[in-house]
């Protein structure tokens, strides 16, 4: 039991998460540098060869870092950048669509299914366990988006696992392709979203690799249950009333947990979008628009590389997000208000309005759930009108 402390100690150890960045090339400023104002951000020393970064960060975080650090590998840093926008939302609203509208919406219904459950039990269990993220010095905080949530265990590391292992698990055998090419894939996925988020400094090792246990438990749970749940919400006559409930009632255990941070809304509107997604499938089987394979049509061959159907793809994934993202503009334009209105809150500052339960709730779970119920089918009915189908 004691070698199991020292082994967890030191996984946790902020100091190996600080040897891991200055592995990568990623160091604190030299001391004249850290006199030099920076008002974009960014600064190049080609002499010295680092190039000088302020923290990226959240708009409603009241986080005041102004840790600044040199960047001796620019190209770590864009890598791992790309690593830790993989579980973030312009991810998401790119990808998820994209699957849906332009590969396989039955694969895209089930891995939102599985990617709900193992974010909202990640978000969860970080405000049960209200581990702080590693101390900072002697790690160097490269973004500040997240920083006033827990960390154990990584949210990141549970989607960058948990996305690419359900891709494998639901596309192989329905597709054909050949099964290491999946693996090799899910392989890279899941280590760049892992590294990423320590050399972010955002998370321990113990975080990261607690959060890639986590996700594979949870997939383990629930892969063999997302056919009969997304049958209940296709076939249910009475699925939107259940999904709706269940999913707001999650939400609103979820607030209870702690006080205000941003796990909290992502919560929110993680379950809003889950809730959008499965009511809108729900409509299209009703009104016969859900048009799946047969089983007797599989494993279904992926059609050859054409000009056309690329430039096709491309420009439904344009039309469509532009969609997304005009009712999500739209819905938060209505609902912010509202909600102060009906709870009696000032909304002269949007900002410090936003972070309380009775507003950022709703406002979130029903903008999000707007946004997953034009996903899945007042954009593919645009596409249907103008003959993108």
Same mark, same amino acid.
């Given at each position: 039991?004691?070698?199991?402390?020292?082994?967890?100690?030191?996984?946790?150890?902020?100091?190996?998460?600080?040897?891991?960045?200055?592995?990568?090339?990623?160091?604190?400023?030299?001391?004249?540098?850290?006199?030099?104002?920076?008002?974009?951000?960014?600064?190049?020393?080609?002499?010295?060869?680092?190039?000088?970064?302020?923290?990226?960060?959240?708009?409603?975080?009241?986080?005041?870092?102004?840790?600044?650090?040199?960047?001796?590998?620019?190209?770590?840093?864009?890598?791992?950048?790309?690593?830790?926008?993989?579980?973030?939302?312009?991810?998401?609203?790119?990808?998820?669509?994209?699957?849906?509208?332009?590969?396989?919406?039955?694969?895209?219904?089930?891995?939102?299914?599985?990617?709900?459950?193992?974010?909202?039990?990640?978000?969860?269990?970080?405000?049960?366990?209200?581990?702080?993220?590693?101390?900072?010095?002697?790690?160097?905080?490269?973004?500040?988006?997240?920083?006033?949530?827990?960390?154990?265990?990584?949210?990141?590391?549970?989607?960058?696992?948990?996305?690419?292992?359900?891709?494998?698990?639901?596309?192989?055998?329905?597709?054909?392709?050949?099964?290491?090419?999946?693996?090799?894939?899910?392989?890279?996925?899941?280590?760049?979203?892992?590294?990423?988020?320590?050399?972010?400094?955002?998370?321990?090792?113990?975080?990261?690799?607690?959060?890639?246990?986590?996700?594979?438990?949870?997939?383990?749970?629930?892969?063999?249950?997302?056919?009969?749940?997304?049958?209940?919400?296709?076939?249910?006559?009475?699925?939107?009333?259940?999904?709706?409930?269940?999913?707001?009632?999650?939400?609103?255990?979820?607030?209870?947990?702690?006080?205000?941070?941003?796990?909290?809304?992502?919560?929110?509107?993680?379950?809003?979008?889950?809730?959008?997604?499965?009511?809108?499938?729900?409509?299209?089987?009703?009104?016969?628009?859900?048009?799946?394979?047969?089983?007797?049509?599989?494993?279904?061959?992926?059609? !050859?590389?054409?000009?056309?159907?690329? +430039?096709?793809?491309?420009?439904? @994934?344009?039309?469509? $997000?532009? &969609? #997304?993202? /005009?009712?999500?503009?739209?819905?938060?334009?209505?609902?912010?208000?509202?909600?102060?209105?009906?709870?009696?809150?000032?909304?002269?500052?949007?900002?410090?309005?936003?972070?309380?339960?009775?507003?950022?709730? !709703?406002?979130?779970?029903?903008?999000? +759930?707007?946004?997953?119920?034009? @996903?899945?089918?007042? $954009?593919? &009915? #645009?596409? /249907?009108?103008?003959?993108?189908?």
């Amino acid at each position: 039991m004691a070698a199991l402390r020292r082994l967890v100690a030191g996984l946790q150890d902020p100091r190996k998460v600080a040897a891991f960045q200055r592995l990568c090339g990623v160091e604190s400023l030299p001391g004249d540098a850290k006199q030099v104002e920076r008002p974009n951000g960014v600064r190049r020393s080609p002499d010295a060869g680092w190039e000088q970064r302020a923290p990226r960060r959240n708009s409603l975080s009241d986080e005041d870092l102004r840790q600044a650090f040199a960047i001796r590998r620019p190209a770590l840093y864009y890598l791992f950048s790309l690593g830790t926008e993989l579980g973030n939302e312009l991810f998401y609203i790119l990808f998820f669509p994209f699957c849906i509208w332009n590969w396989d919406a039955w694969l895209g219904r089930r891995l939102i299914i599985l990617w709900v459950w193992v974010m909202y039990l990640g978000q969860c269990t970080k405000d049960m366990v209200r581990w702080p993220r590693p101390a900072s010095p002697p790690v160097l905080k490269l973004e500040v988006f997240y920083n006033s949530e827990y960390s154990m265990p990584s949210t990141h590391a549970m989607s960058g696992t948990a996305i690419p292992l359900a891709l494998v698990l639901l596309s192989y055998g329905r597709w054909q392709y050949p099964l290491i090419y999946g693996l090799i894939f899910a392989v890279c996925w899941c280590s760049l979203v892992c590294f990423s988020r320590i050399y972010m400094g955002m998370h321990s090792i113990l975080d990261v690799i607690v959060g890639f246990l986590y996700a594979i438990l949870i997939l383990v749970v629930f892969h063999p249950a997302v056919d009969l749940i997304d049958n209940f919400n296709l076939t249910y006559k009475y699925a939107p009333l259940i999904i709706i409930s269940l999913h707001l009632a999650l939400g609103i255990f979820s607030f209870t947990l702690d006080t205000w941070s941003t796990s909290r809304g992502d919560t929110a509107q993680i379950l809003g979008c889950g809730a959008g997604v499965a009511c809108g499938s729900h409509v299209n089987y009703m009104l016969g628009l859900t048009v799946d394979p047969t089983p007797d049509a599989l494993p279904l061959a992926f059609s !050859p590389f054409t000009v056309t159907l690329f +430039g096709k793809a491309i420009l439904r @994934l344009l039309i469509g $997000v532009v &969609c #997304l993202l /005009l009712t999500k503009t739209a819905m938060k334009k209505v609902t912010i208000p509202l909600a102060c209105k009906l709870f009696c809150i000032p909304c002269d500052n949007i900002r410090q309005a936003r972070q309380r339960m009775e507003v950022e709730l !709703p406002y979130r779970y029903i903008t999000y +759930g707007m946004v997953g119920f034009s @996903l899945m089918f007042f $954009v593919p &009915c #645009l596409f /249907l009108l103008i003959g993108l189908s």
